[in-house]
């Protein structure tokens, strides 16, 4: 790391920052000695120096907003500013979750609004917006599929199956809803094997929970069988509605037999994430689940909007009506972007994946060579050949600036590289994306040490991710 971002570089005894006036009121008493510190171990700079340092840390920050950023599953497009100014209005921000239901009508017609707009582009009968993540909302929706099942007396339904391409969150999700759990195969196009769910498919499963477009960034032909299979049988169909970006407007989860589904607004629909959130995961369910929805839910009555519980919902499951800033973005990129816009996200988002996928697939393993989603899956497989890794790929692309995509994920695929453009980059970012990559695989076969000793021009080199993850070192202590 560069010295410009160490602080004991620049400290100093007896620089001072800034001085304080002298006191102008009576001194007060100090607390009891035992209670005070002697020492005070913070570095001594000055004022300048201390800007310098936030702004040299602040420039390490990469994000949408610098640049192009393909993360797999993530959906990091680029969201308007705009959308932050309507979040910050002051009767959105300077109201308080206990006021009464009266003194804040146009929040709660925000959230009644934004629920019937998710219900409608899911093509499902009700929403509740109160989940804080994706992962949360996978939570809700198992909570309801149990409750569902204990409600009609179908004790021995336990088990949720999932696919062996399934993001992390959904076998740790069923898990801690005290699930067990199945993993159906996926075949060599993709898809679901009818043959292994058919199998796996019985009377002690609760749900298939089955992402759709799935993690491989596929559209899977057979759902509407799927859904017949799992409902036959007395299960319910969950998706995972984190690739919802693929479908507005094009394809609604209720139509495709889904029961439920959870999305992330965060994603989708237009608040910068990363690093931890907030976030915002709404589940939006069929008829036979909107009895079981977490409270509270917004309900409109000659005008007048109000809080209300589901007759047997599973509860509350955050406090107060969840992450509400989310919500007023969400709903600001839905009203801005209308029916057509949000159809164009959609098509815009499918055609840079499948132009990178075409652009790519001289140079890389594809393993699925079909038309993809909204994000396209390779495989390192050619280069690991040659003895270069997915990991060296993506370091790599840190030398010219770009984002890497998701690596080593999904599971399934041997070096997988997962790649989402994002309806929101132009031809010239794709193209300079494509060049990057061809100059990767070029360097593969002829330079290889280029990439294993990659990155070279970032403040800091390759981390020591298993060390960092075991012994992290985030607090700052003079003599570091
Ligand atoms: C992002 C993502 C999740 C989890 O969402 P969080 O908001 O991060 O909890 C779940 N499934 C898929 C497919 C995702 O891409």
Redesign the pocket.
Known sequence: MSHHYLLPEISQPGKIGCSLPSLDVPAAELPPKELLRQELELPEVSEVEIIRYFTALSKLNYSADTGFYPLG???MKYNPKWHEDIAKLAGFTSIHPLQLEESVQGALQLMFELQEYLAEITGMDATSLVPI??????FAGLLMVRAYHQDRQDKARRKILLTDS?????PASAVMCGFDIGVVASDSQGNVDMKSLDAMMNEEVAALTL?MPT?LGLFDPRILGISQVVHERGGLLGA?G??LNAFLGQVKFGELGYDYVQL?L??TFSTP?GGG?P?S?PVCVKESLSDFLPSPLVTENNGMYKFMSPAKSIGRIANFYGNFGVMCKAYAYIRSLGASGLREVSENAVLSANYLKEKLKPYYHLPYNRTCMHEVVFSGRRQKAEGVRTLDIAKRLLDYGLHPPTIYFPLLVDEALMIEPTETESKQTLDAFVEAMKEIARDARENPDILHTAPHNTPVRRLDDVRAARNPDLRWQMGD
């Not at 993540?133 to 996978?138: F, I, L």
């Not at 399934?166 to 959904?170: C, F, L, V």
């Open positions: 599953s993530c959906t993540a994706g992962a949360h909302g996978e399934s993001h992390g969150t959904n992402t993690t995972d984190a690739n992330n965060h994603k994430h959130g976030g995961g």
